[in-house]
């Protein structure tokens, strides 16, 4: 290709690539689609931020949203709306976190009771 591509997204069907362009000289700020079998012919490129471009962009769990953020400092939310691409749908999260949220005044009550 002749530009410059940054951030890539690609949902659990594999069957659409989403993409920056970062490239000053060629639609800076645009997010481009390609479809499965790449074909550098077949491609929408979508305009969603100005020249200084896209920092990220993210799909969402359930392949339904491409969210991209930019250096412009604004969020933009793409529906994905081919249902084939996008998979089947998952049902929360592959296992469930290790962490465990604890306020500050509960951390100094733990540590107050320690000494």
Do not use: W
């Not at 060629?26 to 979508?46: E, F, M, T, V």
Request: with cysteine; proline share 3%.
């Amino acid at each position: 290709m002749d530009l410059n591509l940054s951030s890539l997204a690609l949902p659990s069907s594999n069957k659409l690539l989403f993409c920056s362009i970062s490239d000053e000289n060629k639609s800076s700020g645009a997010i481009r689609c390609y479809q499965y079998p790449l074909n550098h012919d077949r491609h929408n490129d979508y305009i969603a931020h100005d020249e200084r471009g896209v920092e990220k962009i993210r799909i969402t769990h359930d392949d339904k949203y491409l969210i991209s953020a930019g250096k412009d400092g604004c969020v933009m939310i793409f529906e994905i709306k081919d249902k084939d691409a996008r998979g089947k749908m998952r049902t929360g999260y592959s296992k469930p976190a290790d962490e465990i949220l604890v306020s500050r005044a509960d951390l100094d009550d733990l540590k107050t009771n320690k000494e």
